[in-house]
């Protein structure tokens, strides 16, 4: 593992991690008819369709979450083989650190039923914070949210140590939006012209701070022992992702009208409120700290 990176031979633009997610799949399928949109001098844009099976079926995945299919062990694990597991071995066959295209920086398409305005998810090493930081500065309004490492083990930018997963909404499962494919598609371009700076040596230290969002841990439904939901998001907190939520304040409403309030000790900034493809994996939204980050450094 390293936090430096000298120049970027190849990026991988990725697409339909999630086959629902139509937004960043029509964004791809665009730049692929016009390679030129996506063409820098200084190095390879590479691009990926990534559940081809799923987008087909317009699900999120055949068998199980294509981003929860890249721990290093179950990609050496022979005996694992649904539709994701083979094809996330043929992702990090192609693309990852050994692979036969080893990609340097991966730009990740997603949309979601949160009302999470444009976002940039990555971690806290020294070049993606530069990264998202031009990103923001290009556009203030993306929100920058940051997981810790070992929250990004499964996922499809794992197997590559630069780059960030967009997430664009509130768009529903399974439609095209245009104002979230334009979004989305305007940011791929400048992390691109990002990147060609960077190249070229351009990139100068941003010394002004940035406002981030840091991954706390996750929030799941009020439920009976069954597994049964018992209370749904809060009217007063639905679509209110990034905004403060303070101890005391309506979390969760019940099906006979009773609010369920936050109870931790600090004012958190709750994400993922309510996305459609949490349900299953227990988790009604994701709480954030948030944090400004002063006079962080190009590289360590
Ligand atoms: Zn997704």
Request: glycine share 6%; with cysteine; hydrophobic share 40%.
């Amino acid at each position: 593992m390293t936090n430096i990176i000298h120049s970027i031979q190849r990026a991988l633009i990725v697409a339909g991690v999630h086959g629902n997610e139509l937004n960043g799949i029509y964004a791809l399928k665009k730049f692929v008819q016009h390679p030129d949109l996506i063409r820098r001098n200084s190095f390879e844009t590479l691009t990926l369709l990534a559940n081809p099976k799923a987008f087909a079926a317009v699900r999120r995945y055949i068998d199980q979450d294509l981003n929860r299919s890249f721990r290093k062990s179950d990609l050496q694990d022979l005996t694992r083989s649904s539709y994701e597991d083979i094809r996330a071995k043929e992702i990090n066959y192609l693309f990852g650190a050994n692979g036969k295209t080893p990609v340097d920086v991966i730009l990740d398409i997603h949309s979601t039923t949160a009302n999470m305005g444009l976002t940039v998810i990555t971690n806290d090493r020294p070049f993606n914070l530069q990264l998202v930081a031009y990103l923001q500065s290009l556009k203030p309004a993306v929100n920058i949210y940051i997981l810790p490492k070992s929250k990004e083990s499964s996922s499809l930018p794992s197997i590559c140590e630069f780059g960030c997963t967009i997430e664009v909404g509130a768009v529903a499962q399974g439609v095209l939006q245009a104002d979230c494919f334009q979004q989305t598609e305007a940011l791929i371009i400048n992390a691109l012209n990002y990147l060609e700076k960077y190249n070229r040596g351009e990139i100068l230290p941003f010394d002004n701070s940035l406002t981030i969002y840091r991954h706390l841990g996750t929030i799941d439904y009020p439920k009976n022992e069954s597994g049964e939901l018992q209370a749904m998001i809060h009217p007063q907190l639905q679509f209110q992702d990034y905004q403060p939520l303070a101890p005391g304040q309506p979390m969760f409403l019940t099906f006979d009208g009773q609010t369920i309030t936050y109870e931790g000790e600090l004012t958190v900034y709750p994400v993922f409120i309510n996305e459609a493809a949490y349900y299953e994996k227990g988790i009604a939204m994701c709480l954030t700290q948030k944090q400004l980050i002063h006079n962080y450094q190009l590289s360590d």
